[in-house]
């Protein structure tokens, strides 16, 4: 039986799709200093009040190597950036979660 099949039949989600609700969810604790990882060590905020969105905007580091690439920082930056602000300024974790299952983005296991 194929992968997405087997999924499927058992009402779960890709690998994939899994890993990137569980690294947003990682980033909004960063962000909010629901964790004790230092946020200047992870991340950089971009300074522009001209950007649009909310003000959570990193910056993505230019990557020269592939082993950089798939970094936590390099693969997370994009889609938060992208996320609403209504989603990025939830007050608690289980409100973001919330948010990510109305857009699409929640696991059926949580």
Same mark, same amino acid.
Do not use: W
């Given at each position: ?5 087997? @999924?499927?039949?058992? *009402? ?8 990137? %609700?569980?690294?947003?969810? %990682?980033?909004?604790?960063? @962000? =909010?200093?629901? *964790? ?5 060590? &992870?991340?950089?905020?971009?300074? !522009? /009040? ?6 959570? $905007? @990193?910056?993505?580091? =230019? ?9 936590? +920082? !390099?693969? %997370? &930056?994009? &889609?938060? !950036? !992208?996320?609403?602000?209504? %989603? #990025?300024? +939830?007050?608690?974790? /289980?409100?973001? $979660?919330?948010?990510? /299952? #109305?857009?699409?983005?929640? *696991?059926? +296991?949580?």
């Amino acid at each position: 039986m194929p992968y997405e099949q087997r @999924l499927n039949t058992l *009402c779960l989600e890709s690998l994939e799709h899994r890993r990137l %609700v569980t690294d947003l969810t %990682v980033v909004y604790q960063i @962000l =909010h200093g629901h *964790c004790d990882t230092q946020l200047d060590a &992870t991340f950089c905020i971009i300074d !522009n /009040s001209r950007t649009r969105g909310h003000a959570y $905007k @990193l910056l993505k580091p =230019h990557c020269t190597t592939d082993a950089t690439k798939y970094f936590f +920082s !390099n693969r %997370v &930056t994009s &889609t938060c !950036n !992208n996320l609403p602000d209504m %989603v #990025v300024h +939830s007050p608690t974790l /289980s409100t973001f $979660k919330r948010h990510l /299952s #109305v857009l699409g983005l929640s *696991c059926h +296991s949580q």
